[in-house]
């Protein structure tokens, strides 16, 4: 059975530098907005106008990215292989992390030839005291650009970007109830092994729960932890794992679930895995009146559309405004939410100031003087020189 | 390069002339935007760890400045630490020149410099307003910044007899010179901005003016103790320092002699095609040459043609960019003006003397 965490030692440097920095970092904490002590909001007072317009952090942070809270990082202390491709990052944060839930998944930002890329991932370990590392398990999607990076080029003391983690896919906060069912697939079982590892670190005063999962793989090389999860298995009395091999046993629907767990109508549930397996066990759990017993995570992908210029736009949705219009490809952005009402930031409109920047929330654009595709979630985008290349939203 | 389209035909006109230099300057920006990588993003964080090194250093010799060499290194290393942040980071990054890197801390809608003018004011009055508008009279303020009279195009009035003196008297001032001159007062009795955004911009103009101030003037000076008056006589060096070489910079980046102004109208600039933007960024723009101390100095606008030409690539390349702009230039009978500092300063202020007095064919 792998160790699932050896304590790593931390980096002597960054450690002695951020107990020296120990006055400063009740500074930044104000500066970041986190409850400060009363002498840590005089000092701060002091402190932080003779760095302006710069913040003590901009400093910091130069000296050791993980003493920055304003950029949270986290620097890379193991990259250990799984199974077929996928491999397991354990990181150590930095001063500007806010901690997670078990379950929740994690934004991270790579730096592949000078140009930062957001991803996020299911963090697998339980949440951690202060200082301690976490985990996420990548898996390499051919041709991708970010998980290759991370699985086959990413080595020990490389600094990734953390952002807050997110998601509601979570352990419920005590008390947990009595039975629970986790049906996963492929990479699914990443936030689901968080869970599952965070109860096995749980001593229980009370009766434990009974947690069974079902996890779909092609075959066993391609069960992610799974040794792991059988060795747990096999030492808790309260956890049983099933594997369901779908090049030799089909897929699973959820038509199966009398079968394999004949009680799941009374289980609380986790989901996480292909849309498909999703959308049917939403229908049969919402057809036999369990729907508010199912929770669901799902990846998304952004769709990346054919390099066709004569692609069609798309729907655009102005988050914060509330407006919605119909933006034909060749169109810039600003000039499409003008024409809706919308009060867009403008300046040159030849895509020289910068003034017209806004965040993509999801969806991509258009180059117009390229005809370069491109557009992440958060991304600013510069509306004036770029149109819609199928619905987007932008946060406006 | 690899040019694709050359012309099997004679050009006949200007203007095949002009549409070919667009062709010609977009490939050129293509190929910097697809070699823009980790060495780019390298470069940045070097100059900006440089900058917070010489800056942290230059404070703390200031600190104890009672002791003259640690005054000398002290304010030479935040002279240098100032201009750097303004010309190599400030200016850049405001420009959008690193946004490519997606990252925060070096982005033009977050960056804030040490310098009096708010980023937002100046990226609407500079990045908007100038680099559209370039040198075209009655449209780019920068064109003499409202005060100078820079083009015979412009009106005289007798207070431009003065204008020798007051050029002269601005450069120690210069953050406050333009500080002022964002806020558009000028703008307020056309209509072109209204009463309640000018004191908008007032309140954030003063904002920024009393923690800028506070922090050379006050803060620090009371920290370096016994060294007050010293560390305080430093601060305003470097700062004054720091006025005249970006005055010097900028008014050598547009004003030499040889360097064009335009008399458009608003509505023929709508029509201007991608080549004629193009021509009068060249025409409108002069470079200094120099070795690479000069070019870091003066956050590569000793590269202002290349600068004005392709506003939002990477300082670090306009040095690789220059040779084939000036080669561009040359094929296509374009002048090209650039000159030493020194000939370029004394050009400058020859304009400066020009046009403080009526033209004789323009008299009134």
């Not at chain 2, 075209?136 to 015979?152: A, E, F, K, N």
């Not at chain 2, 620090?220 to 060294?227: D, Q, R, V």
Request: hydrophobic residues 40%; glycine residues 10%.
């Amino acid at each position: 059975m792998p160790v699932l965490r050896a304590p790593t030692p931390s980096m002597p440097s960054a450690r002695s530098l951020a107990a020296l920095l120990g006055f400063a970092d009740r500074l930044a904490e104000w500066g970041s907005g986190r409850v400060p002590t009363v002498a840590g909001r005089i000092a701060s007072a002091l402190v932080n106008p003779l760095a302006s317009p710069l913040a003590p952090d901009d400093y910091f942070g130069l000296i050791d990215p993980l003493l920055s809270a304003r950029h949270p990082a986290g620097r890379v202390v193991a990259v250990r292989p799984e199974c077929a491709g996928a491999a397991t990052l354990e990181i150590r944060p930095g001063r500007g992390w806010a901690g997670h839930r078990a379950g929740q998944y994690l934004p991270v930002g790579v730096e592949i030839d000078g140009v930062r890329h957001w991803r996020t991932y299911s963090i697998t370990s339980p949440p951690e005291a202060p200082g301690r590392t976490l985990t996420i398990t990548v898996k390499a999607e051919p041709g991708g650009r970010v998980s290759p990076h991370l699985v086959h080029r990413t080595r020990c003391g490389t600094v990734l970007r953390l952002g807050p983690a997110q998601g509601e896919f979570t352990l419920p906060e005590d008390p947990l109830p009595p039975r629970m069912l986790m049906v996963t697939a492929g990479s699914g079982i990443t936030p689901v092994a968080g869970m599952l590892r965070t109860l096995a670190g749980r001593r229980f005063s009370g009766p434990a729960p009974d947690v069974v999962l079902l996890h779909s793989a092609p075959g066993p090389d391609e069960f992610l932890f799974r040794a792991e999860l059988a060795g747990l298995a096999a030492r808790l009395p309260w956890l049983s794992v099933h594997a369901r091999y779908t090049r030799t046993a089909g897929r699973l629907v959820p038509e199966h679930m009398g079968v394999l767990c004949p009680d799941w109508y009374d289980r609380e549930t986790w989901a996480c895995g292909p849309d498909g397996l999703l959308d049917a066990m939403s229908r049969h759990w919402a057809a036999a009146g369990a729907g508010e017993r199912l929770r669901v995570e799902r990846f998304r992908l952004t769709p990346v559309l054919p390099q066709d210029s004569d692609a069609p736009g798309g729907r655009v949705r102005f988050e914060h405004s509330g407006v919605e219009a119909d933006a034909s490809a060749g169109v810039p952005l600003l000039e499409t939410g003008e024409a809706a009402g919308v009060v867009m930031p403008y300046g040159c409109r030849r895509g020289i100031c910068f003034g017209c920047l806004v965040p993509l929330v999801h969806g991509r654009v258009r180059d117009l003087r390229t005809g370069e595709l491109h557009g992440e979630p958060g991304e600013l985008i510069q509306t004036c020189v770029n149109g819609a290349a199928g619905p987007l939203a932008l946060a406006l | 390069m690899s040019t694709t389209a050359v012309p099997v035909t004679p050009l006949e006109s200007p203007e095949d002339h002009t549409e070919l230099l667009g062709e010609e300057l977009d490939r050129i920006r293509a190929e910097i935007v697809a070699a823009r990588g980790a060495q780019d993003a390298r470069y940045i964080r070097t100059v900006i760890a440089a900058q917070r090194g010489l800056e942290t250093g230059g404070r703390a010799a200031l600190a104890v400045s009672l002791f003259p060499p640690a005054w000398l290194a002290g304010t030479a290393m935040l002279t240098t630490a100032k201009i750097l942040e303004n010309m190599e980071l400030g200016h850049n990054i405001l420009h959008g020149q690193w946004d490519w890197m997606g990252d925060p801390a070096i982005h033009s809608t977050t960056w804030e410099w040490d310098f009096l003018t708010p980023a937002d004011a100046w990226k609407h009055t500079h990045n908007h307003l100038h680099h559209t508008y370039t040198n075209v009279v009655g449209l780019d303020r920068d064109l003499g910044y409202t005060i100078l009279r820079m083009s015979p195009d412009q009106p005289w009035h007798p207070v431009h007899l003065l204008q020798p003196l007051y050029t002269a008297l601005l450069a120690p001032v210069f953050e406050w010179g333009i500080a002022l001159y964002d806020l558009e007062a000028d703008a307020l009795p056309s209509g072109r901005k209204s009463a309640r955004a000018f004191l908008g911009d007032l309140a954030g103009l003063a904002r920024k003016a009393v923690r800028q101030a506070a922090k050379d003037y006050v803060l620090f000076p009371l920290l370096a103790g016994p060294s007050a008056l010293p560390c305080l006589v430093g601060n305003v060096t470097a700062n004054g320092l720091r006025n005249i070489w970006a005055h010097t910079v900028i008014f050598c980046g547009h004003f030499p002699g040889d360097v064009q102004t335009f008399s458009y109208e608003e509505e023929q600039l709508e029509g201007e095609t991608r080549g004629q933007w193009y021509l009068r960024q060249i025409q409108g723009s002069a470079n200094i040459e120099g070795g690479y101390l000069l070019h870091i100095l003066t956050g590569n606008l000793s590269h202002q043609i290349e600068h004005h030409v392709f506003p939002d690539l990477p300082s670090n390349r306009y040095s690789e960019l220059a040779p084939r702009v000036r080669e561009i230039c040359a094929r296509h009978g374009i002048t090209y003006v650039s000159g030493s500092l020194w000939r370029q300063y004394v050009s400058m202020w020859g304009r400066v003397l020009r046009h403080s007095v009526p033209d004789g064919s323009r008299e009134p």
